[in-house]
């Protein structure tokens, strides 16, 4: 095949890619090469109008996410940020493998968007400026593509193995002729040749925007091995030759392209969570307009200084300051706080946190990606992205097998040719080189094996975010856990149901049927709450009322159903409710986020084998305390924020 010669140029708009000749398909070659070019990548990002996508921070500073393409590996990561931050107008630059998120912030008045990222795009990674629904179409066409690749070259193997075993057979029985031999040989190819075209372009591309940029990956040999086999056979083929290797070439085809397909569906299905995070946004806001009217728009349209209305049972879509209303907020994805927190005008609220009790009008303060969501979002990006520090060992194989791979074939070459019978049997013997060296087990035997031990763990509970996480394990010696829904069962319980009377839960259900507070929630799940529906009335940061046969019923907090609790000795005992009722003792419902089974048993097992273990929350202090010595864990830290556990984190990294 045609081979293309590439030299750098100080502008990639000049760069050209030449071809120097070659014994097949030189033209096909340079279309192939020119058809990736950087110029087409970087004309096409330029014509999507970046500028519309920047973003400014609260210090003025340009900010920009853009989608990458042909990143494979931990060594994509390294080139694309190194790349940036040497350019002194760039504040921070960050890759997310997961995502292929490219996040870029800078000192607006220094750089232009466009020239900013044209040497990414010259190193061979097409940008795109990011949009969520452009990801998911995108990452769809791309497995499609895998399949159907992988479909064609199945197809191929497994016709011209038949043809090949055919061929073998009356070679070594020497009842074939050399007519029906070549005639079973051109069979062949006319089957393998568009089949290696057409199944080999996810490795051909990769390999050629690696040559591009004057580097190798493993696609390289892969890629070398596939064409040269291919290019052989024809060349066999066309002189009449016996030995040819189509079935070599596509058979070695339709396993790579199983494990790249293998690869692709385990981190497909570790997908980040920093994405599964997002579905906690809304999708839409109900803004109040100057003239009391109201609209429901998208919520990336939502401004700063907008008045927003929140139905009960909505997710706040901006951060912002109440103006009107008094209701509850499941907090928990911000302080990870079982207990629901009472809000008032003037208090400041968060997107992504939940409204329980009654509507609300907020004045938006940010929007988009600019509120606490958007920040946590970007924190635990930026926690995933600790890993490109960690380089895998197919990736630290890969920076000295591809190079040593070439130089052993090339050496082959060149010792079949010196001291050979005669030219011809150099290149075959260079091909089987690389094909006998070409990575299967590197790209079958790793992905399949990810794809099995993933799969068990997340039978068993356990989700495998990054794709070195298990070749990582081996260096943990500290176990971090949170509380609620990881050592806690996540949900909130009655514990003293035995110390309450049938008649008085029965009653308290049926109030708490009426509410979707946790508490509330946790009563109706335990007594029985059928019977006549009565009218119950929701008080924000109170509880509920509700008259029951001439009797005011009141469900709810100490101070509210004015339990006289001076003498409790377990006054801070935790999260509790008190049913009320003229003339009668109020009644104490007490709840706990139950330990999960055999927990404190894995934190024991854990510490006999030498592991730290460490306990992070956002609960309070006294609930987390209690938590750690029920489970025997001495360090333990509670009231701790997102950025909190993320700092500590890395402080142990």
């Not at 990769?206 to 086999?229: F, T």
């Not at 052993?408 to 013997?429: D, H, K, M």
């Not at 990054?466 to 176990?479: F, I, N, P, S």
């Not at 508490?519 to 009335?537: K, T």
Request: a negative charge.
């Amino acid at each position: 095949m045609g081979e293309i010669a590439l030299h750098k140029a100080p502008d990639i708009a000049d760069a050209r890619d030449r071809d120097i000749g070659g014994n097949c398909c030189a033209g096909g070659a340079t279309a192939l090469a020119q058809t990736y070019s950087p110029t087409v990548d970087y004309h096409e990002f330029v014509n999507a109008d970046p500028s519309a996508f920047v973003r400014l921070d609260e210090d003025g500073n340009a900010m920009l996410h853009l989608l990458v393409e042909n990143m494979h590996c931990a060594n994509c990561i390294k080139n694309i940020e190194g790349t940036l931050r040497a350019n002194p107008a760039v504040i921070e630059a960050r890759v997310n493998f997961s995502t292929r998120r490219l996040f870029v912030r800078w000192h607006r008045e220094a750089a232009e968007a466009g020239e900013l990222v044209r040497p990414v795009i010259a190193l061979g990674y097409p940008l795109t400026p990011y949009n969520s629904e452009m990801m998911q179409s995108a990452a769809a066409e791309e497995d499609r593509r895998l399949l159907r690749a992988l479909a064609v070259a199945g197809f191929a193997a497994a016709n011209v193995m038949l043809l090949s075993v055919a061929v073998w057979a009356g070679l070594f029985s020497e009842d074939m002729g050399p007519a029906t031999r070549d005639f079973l040989h051109w069979i062949s190819a006319l089957i393998a040749l568009p089949a290696v075209a057409y199944a080999g372009q996810p490795f051909f591309k990769s390999a050629a925007a690696a040559l591009r940029a004057g580097r190798l990956n493993m696609d390289v040999p892969i890629s070398l091995a596939v064409l040269l086999a291919a290019g052989m056979s024809l060349a066999e083929t066309i002189q009449s030759g016996e030995y040819v290797y189509f079935d070599a070439s596509v058979t070695l085809l339709f396993f790579l392209l199983i494990g790249r397909y293998l690869d692709k569906a385990a981190r497909n299905k570790a997908r980040s969570a920093a994405e599964r995070l997002l579905l906690l946004k809304s999708v839409a806001a109900t803004v109040i307009h100057p003239d009391g009217s109201r609209s429901t728009i998208a919520v990336e349209a939502v401004m700063p200084g907008s008045r927003v209305q929140v139905a009960v049972g909505e997710r706040l879509p901006v951060d912002g300051i109440i103006f009107k209303g008094r209701s509850e907020l499941d907090v928990s994805l911000v302080t990870g706080e079982s207990l629901p927190a009472v809000v008032n005008a003037g208090d400041a609220v968060y997107a992504g946190t939940l409204n329980l009790m009654a509507p609300l009008q907020i004045q938006a303060t940010k929007t988009g990606d600019d509120t606490l969501l958007g920040d946590i979002v970007r924190l635990m990006e930026a926690a995933e992205q600790g890993r490109a520090k960690y380089v895998r060992l197919a990736d630290r194989i890969a920076e000295f097998y591809a190079p040593a791979v070439h130089i052993l074939a090339a050496l082959t070459f060149i010792g079949w040719w010196a001291f050979g019978p005669s030219w011809q049997v150099a290149p075959l013997q260079a091909v089987a080189v690389l094909i006998i060296t070409c990575p299967c087990a590197l790209g079958l035997a790793v992905p399949v094996v990810q794809v099995i031990a993933s799969g068990r763990l997340l039978g068993k509970g356990i989700l495998v975010k990054a794709a070195d996480g298990l070749e990582r394990l081996a260096q943990v010696d500290t176990v971090v856990f949170d509380k609620t829904g990881t050592l806690t069962e996540g949900r909130l319980d009655l514990v003293n149901s035995a110390d309450i009377s049938a008649a008085d839960l029965n009653l308290a259900a049926r109030l708490a049927r009426s509410s979707r507070h946790p508490l509330a929630v946790a009563v109706a799940r335990v007594g029985d709450s059928s019977g006549a529906e009565i009218d119950v009335q929701e008080f924000a940061g109170q509880g509920l009322s509700a008259v029951v046969d001439g009797t005011e019923i009141r469900l709810g907090s100490r101070d509210w159903c004015t339990a006289d609790v001076d003498n409790d000795p377990d006054l801070d005992a935790g999260p509790e409710l008190w049913l009320a009722a003229t003339g009668r003792k109020p009644v104490r419902f007490m709840f706990r986020d139950q330990l999960r089974p055999g927990a404190a048993e894995a934190v024991s097992w854990l510490q006999k084998h030498g592991y730290t273990v460490e306990l992070l929350s956002g609960d309070r202090r006294k609930v987390v305390e209690e938590l750690a010595a029920a489970v025997g864990i001495s360090r333990w830290r509670a009231q701790q924020k997102p950025q909190d556990k993320v700092a500590r984190l890395q402080a142990l990294a």
